[in-house]
């Protein structure tokens, strides 16, 4: 599960909700910035996000953890709303010869002028289904590794690492990052007749 959740490549497969996603530049051989652009449906915009993720393991608990930063190489985009990670991961915990438990945590904005309660309403539904989608797809990823580059995990093999090192300067805290990164278009309004069945259920 660790192994797939890392993998860029398979993400590729099966998350049909992302739009584009890369690997910004590497900090060290436990942290990398990366970009992230998801798919909403109508009558929202597209989100992205550019976070610093970090992760460890050792033998019974693994964990990927993110927050967003500001990058000048990533700045935000015409017609898509910056989100902002204010912390967000997963915790694998093995707790069985064949059993793993797995927590979802997230505590972030997407951005825009969405009610409150539409963004509760929408994770409190969405999250389950995510997650589900997560282990479905974690439970083939042996079989799928096995024929597309089976030897390459720089998460676990820092020496594969072939992207750029940071440069500090290109780079703020996550503390400025809302007031940093806030979008320059202005943000969709959305008004509760405009809520439709398929905001709720689509994901």
Excluded at 126 to 135: D, S, T
Aim: hydrophobic fraction near 30%; charge should be neutral; include cysteine.
């Amino acid at each position: 599960m660790y192994n797939a959740l890392h993998d860029a490549a398979y993400r590729r497969v099966w998350d049909k909700e992302m739009v584009e996603s890369r690997e910004v530049c590497v900090i060290d051989s436990n942290n990398d910035i990366g970009y992230y652009q998801v798919k909403t449906p109508s009558p929202l915009r597209n989100r992205d996000f550019v976070t610093q993720r970090s992760w460890r393991h050792d033998n019974s608990q693994y964990m990927i953890m993110n927050h967003s930063v500001y990058h000048k190489k990533e700045p935000p985009r015409k017609n898509i709303i910056r989100g902002t990670s204010y912390y967000t991961g997963y915790v694998m915990e093995v707790i069985g010869p064949q059993a793993t438990r797995f927590t979802y945590i997230s505590q972030s904005n997407p951005g825009g002028k969405i009610p409150a309660w539409l963004v509760n309403k929408l994770f409190t539904v969405v999250a389950p289904k995510v997650i589900q989608k997560m282990v479905k797809a974690c439970r083939v990823y042996e079989v799928w590794k096995k024929k597309n580059n089976p030897e390459y995990m720089p998460w676990l093999w820092p020496d594969q690492i072939c992207t750029n090192l940071i440069d500090w300067n290109d780079v703020s805290s996550s503390a400025n990052v809302e007031t940093t990164s806030s979008c320059s278009e202005e943000p969709e309004d959305i008004q509760v007749g405009d809520i439709t069945d398929d905001i709720i259920t689509d994901t």
